[in-house]
């Protein structure tokens, strides 16, 4: 099936890393251009463009580091996207903190920071583009913000300040569409359960054999499997869908 992804611009905010990495690859794949946003490590945004360039050439993608809980950067990088390639199309919100802790040990700055990186950081990214698309009147455009099935499910491994705000997503998400869906934009979420590698980021060997108990398929996502279905979310396949939040979670959500 074609996408009809060709020649569309994407920002992929936390694009360098883990299921970010395979989104972006995915899309420049599909024949979109991309900008990744990250936040602080350069190799790893060097790492991530060397793959989408050998897939489809140096001018596919660019990097762009980016905090985007601040308003300064995120405006920045949205300028930095136009400067490149015209127009932006589709943005994919995957940058997220996961710290533990318990809520009676939870220091304020680590609750506040979470919140900031995880649901501001959505907040500052869509109601950007959203402006943007609606200053120029185009339509079209979508935004895919990832939630959590410990949006839904709360969270068993001392993650309270995760699982609240990637419920705050999930009502974002549902409130931003219903504002400017009648305008032609699609925005929707995705709540992934445990995806990844044993080894890479947060996912060790004891915790994958934890979680794979909890997953009626029985095992971990990839994220070349996410990135899979969010390429069809952003794309003008999706046409009818908005303040949606898709399972993607191989059963442990199950919504």
Known sequence: ??????????????????????????LVEE??????AYSSNDE???????????????ECAYACKCDASKEDQVDHLFKFTLEKFGKIDILVYSAMLWPTNKVVDMPLDEWNRTLEINLTG??????????????????GGHILNFSSQAAFKG?????????????GVVA???????????????????????????????????????????IPIGR???????????????SPRN????????DYSGGMLCR
């Open 155 to 167: 969270s068993t491994t001392f993650h309270a300040h995760y699982a609240a705000s990637k419920a």
């Open 172 to 214: 974002f998400t549902v409130s931003f569409a219903k504002e400017v869906g009648k305008y032609g934009i699609y925005v929707n979420s995705i709540a992934p359960g445990m995806t990844g590698r044993v080894g890479e980021g947060f996912i060790t060997a004891e915790s994958a054999e934890y979680y794979k108990t909890r």
């Open 44 to 58: 790893k945004a060097k790492a991530s463009l060397a793959d989408m360039h050998a897939a489809a050439g140096p």
């Open 31 to 36: 024949g979109a251009k991309v900008v990744i």
């Open 239 to 246: 046409s009818y869908m908005i303040g949606a939040t898709v």
């Open 122 to 139: 959505v907040f500052l990214t869509n109601r950007w583009l959203g402006n943007y698309w609606l200053e120029n009147k185009i339509e």
């Open 220 to 234: 971990i996502g990839t994220p070349e499997e996410m990135a899979d279905i969010v390429a069809f979310l952003v």
């Open 1 to 26: 099936m074609d996408l009809g992804l060709k020649d569309k611009v994407a920002v992929v905010v936390g694009g360098s890393s883990n299921i970010g990495r395979a989104c972006s690859l995915r």
